[in-house]
């Protein structure tokens, strides 16, 4: 393999990231949001806050993984359904108890910072240092919300 197809490849690694770290992050925005509208019970309050907080983080994430893919060249296909093909993080009903909601989307946000380190990762093999310190923000911010929603799950 010569260096440039070998240049080619890994620049699809890092595109192949961007999209699926987009992908489960327009998954998780919803699913937030869905559970901000359903939730119920004694902690209502502060999960109805706290999950609005997320998709609201994350709608702006959208923006920025979409608008970094197209600095690599790519073109979007900004479809739900293509999203849910490349997603580890999958839908859920939003009538669920509530402690199943936040141990749903802290698993959902360790998936997500595991994403962005595996993208920051690939990034830096081939230098993308823009990229990879975007990844890296990402993948802290989510590491802070799955602290977040699993302190509610604790005694
Ligand atoms: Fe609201």
């Given at each position: 393999m010569s260096t440039a197809e070998k240049i080619v490849?890994?620049?699809?690694?890092?595109?192949?990231?961007?999209?699926?770290?987009?992908?489960e992050t327009t998954i998780?925005?919803?699913?937030?949001?869905?559970?901000?509208?359903?939730?119920?019970?004694?902690?209502f309050g502060s999960l109805h806050a706290l999950f609005q907080e997320i998709y609201e983080d994350h709608f702006e994430a959208q923006d920025l993984l979409a608008e970094r893919l197209r600095a690599q060249g790519e073109h979007i296909d900004g479809r739900y359904s293509e999203f849910l093909k490349v997603s580890a993080i999958h839908e859920c009903p939003g009538k669920i108890p509530a402690l199943k909601m936040l141990s749903n989307l802290a698993d959902d946000q360790r998936m997500l910072s595991d994403s962005l380190k595996k993208l920051a990762k690939v990034a830096d093999e081939i230098g993308d240092v823009v990229t990879s310190d975007m990844a890296i923000q990402r993948a802290?911010?989510?590491?802070?919300?799955?602290?977040?929603?699993?302190?509610?799950?604790?005694?």
């Amino acid at each position: 393999m010569s260096t440039a197809e070998k240049i080619v490849r890994i620049n699809a690694g890092v595109s192949k990231c961007l999209l699926v770290a987009l992908a489960e992050t327009t998954i998780a925005t919803l699913k937030s949001q869905n559970y901000h509208w359903n939730v119920t019970g004694p902690m209502f309050g502060s999960l109805h806050a706290l999950f609005q907080e997320i998709y609201e983080d994350h709608f702006e994430a959208q923006d920025l993984l979409a608008e970094r893919l197209r600095a690599q060249g790519e073109h979007i296909d900004g479809r739900y359904s293509e999203f849910l093909k490349v997603s580890a993080i999958h839908e859920c009903p939003g009538k669920i108890p509530a402690l199943k909601m936040l141990s749903n989307l802290a698993d959902d946000q360790r998936m997500l910072s595991d994403s962005l380190k595996k993208l920051a990762k690939v990034a830096d093999e081939i230098g993308d240092v823009v990229t990879s310190d975007m990844a890296i923000q990402r993948a802290g911010i989510h590491n802070k919300f799955e602290w977040m929603l699993r302190a509610h799950l604790q005694n």
